[in-house]
């Protein structure tokens, strides 16, 4: 099957109406998205994916008030949450309604559901009589795709289209966030940031390293991975030295200690701009011939800094 790239909302539709895959832009990273009420369009998803199907996947609506079509429960802290910041980089795990199939959830009682804020896909999805379930639109463990080109150098001939809606302007994925009667329990570090839940909720919990815990299935421990191995970096001795096979993530400033090739995430120590690029500087790197490692520095642990460096312990985990 041929894979085009295009921006024609109507083509995208066409293939979702007839239950076949499309990936999509979002404002976090591109999905790969199938009619969510139809059992054997999210099949596929997983098979294109190779992704185990105890991992369940996030319901993408283009209307605020859908929500309540697919959750039979919406504790009071939820609804703050999605009128401050829907559309946008939060998904909201609720008790779901039937019509959700269980090839959805994995079989869970709960599901994830998100609006995301891309003017294409917002588009798609008030066009549609359905919404779209999208995982991030990479291989199982891999590193998730922000461009087109990204999705497109792993899922030519196994998708028809991929909607071309640029680069995603946020970079890392959603914030996952449940609900412990009223206290919001955020499962996912991403794009949201725990300040702004606080801000709106007041106390939450934050549980993001139980890759054992079913309540999260997708955190696992390797996960967004290159196939270079990646090390992360405390400090460097003063008197050390690279040579030009190895790479270097940085943040802010960085003072070079030999031939190593830089690359940073954001001179200015933007946190925003850092998240934008860290997953095209780790594909770019995982491509590039001339590297054979890959180092990085930690960010400081706020804002964003904290999903940046979640994404980087997963890449680091396998070594
Ligand atoms: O930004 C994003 O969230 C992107 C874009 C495409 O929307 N999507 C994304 O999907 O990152 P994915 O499949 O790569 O990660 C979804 C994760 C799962 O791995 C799981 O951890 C969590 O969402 N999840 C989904 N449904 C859940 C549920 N019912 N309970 C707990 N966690 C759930
Ligand atoms: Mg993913």
């Known amino acids: 099957m041929e894979t085009k790239i295009s921006s024609s909302i109507e083509e995208a539709a066409e293939f979702l109406n007839r239950s076949q895959l499309v990936a999509i832009p979002t404002e976090t990273v591109y999905g790969l998205a199938a009619n969510a009420l139809d059992k054997a369009a999210v099949v596929e998803i997983f098979n294109a994916k190779q992704r185990p199907s105890f991992d369940p996947l996030i319901v993408h609506i283009g209307n605020k008030s859908d929500v309540a079509l697919y959750a039979r429960q919406i504790p009071a802290n939820a609804q703050k949450l999605m009128d401050a910041f829907w559309p946008g980089p939060l998904t909201v795990v609720l008790p779901k309604q039937e019509i959700i199939p269980d090839e959805v959830t994995s079989g869970l009682d709960t599901v994830g559901i998100r609006m995301p804020d ?5 588009q798609l999805l008030q066009q549609l009589n359905f919404p779209l379930a999208a995982p991030s639109a990479n291989p199982f463990g891999y590193i998730s795709p922000t461009t087109p080109q990204h999705v497109f150098a792993q899922l030519q001939n196994k998708i028809p289209m991929i909607l071309d809606g640029g680069p995603c302007e946020v970079g890392v994925e959603s914030t996952i966030v449940g609900f412990e009667g009223e206290v919001p329990v955020v499962y996912r570090l991403g794009g949201l940031t725990l300040e702004d839940i606080r801000n709106v909720c007041g106390e939450i919990k934050v549980e993001v390293n139980s890759s ?22 405390k400090d460097i001795a003063s008197d050390f030295s690279f040579d030009n096979s190895v790479a270097i993530i940085v943040f802010g400033d960085y003072e070079v200690k030999g031939n190593e090739q830089v690359f940073n995430l954001s001179t200015n120590a933007d946190y925003k701009e850092a998240a934008a690029n860290l997953f095209s500087f780790l594909r770019m790197l995982d491509t590039d011939e001339s590297i054979n490692k890959i180092y990085a520095f930690l960010l400081p642990e706020f ?4 999903a940046i460096n979640d994404r980087l312990k997963r890449a680091a985990y396998k070594i």
């Open 118 to 122: 891309h003017p294409f896909t917002l």
């Open 212 to 233: 054992s815990d079913p309540k999260a299935p997708g955190m696992l421990n390797s996960h967004y991975a290159p196939q270079k191995p990646l090390y992360l970096l």
């Open 303 to 306: 804002d964003l800094g904290l």
